[in-house]
């Protein structure tokens, strides 16, 4: 079974950077569109960010402009670079494939203060 586990998550105030790995150990990772997912309190889960196996790569307007994700075949791992963090970027942060999924893991919460 797939284990997904997210990690560089913490409290950070607006304006401050974060950077969050997934790593999927065991997985044919390198065969997948991946995606950084996001749900804050009280709201559905959303895809922030995607990256193709052949690195093209989306971002939600939301994100555009601040965050950066990228994939290393070779850890099995994908991250997120999050700059200019703002009070509503606060959520937990989950990474899956963007078609299909692994069971979700834990996920890294993020927490901007003002």
């Known amino acids: 079974q797939v284990q997904l586990v997210e990690s560089g998550g913490g409290l950070v105030q607006a304006g401050g950077s974060l950077r969050l790995s997934c790593a999927a150990p065991?997985?044919?990772?390198?065969?997948?569109?991946m995606g950084w997912y996001r749900q804050a309190p009280g709201k559905q889960r959303e895809l922030v960010a995607r990256?193709?196996?052949?690195?093209?790569?989306n971002y939600a307007d939301s994100v555009k402009g601040r965050f950066t994700i990228s994939r290393d075949n070779a850890k099995n791992t994908i991250y997120l670079q999050m700059n200019s963090l703002k009070l509503e970027d606060t959520a937990v942060y989950y990474c899956?494939?963007?078609?299909?999924?692994?069971?979700w893991g834990q996920g890294t919460q993020v927490t901007v203060s003002s």
């Open positions: 899956n494939r963007v078609s299909g999924s692994w069971a």
């Open positions: 065991g997985t044919a990772f390198s065969f997948y569109d």
């Open positions: 990256i193709s196996v052949l690195r093209a790569i």
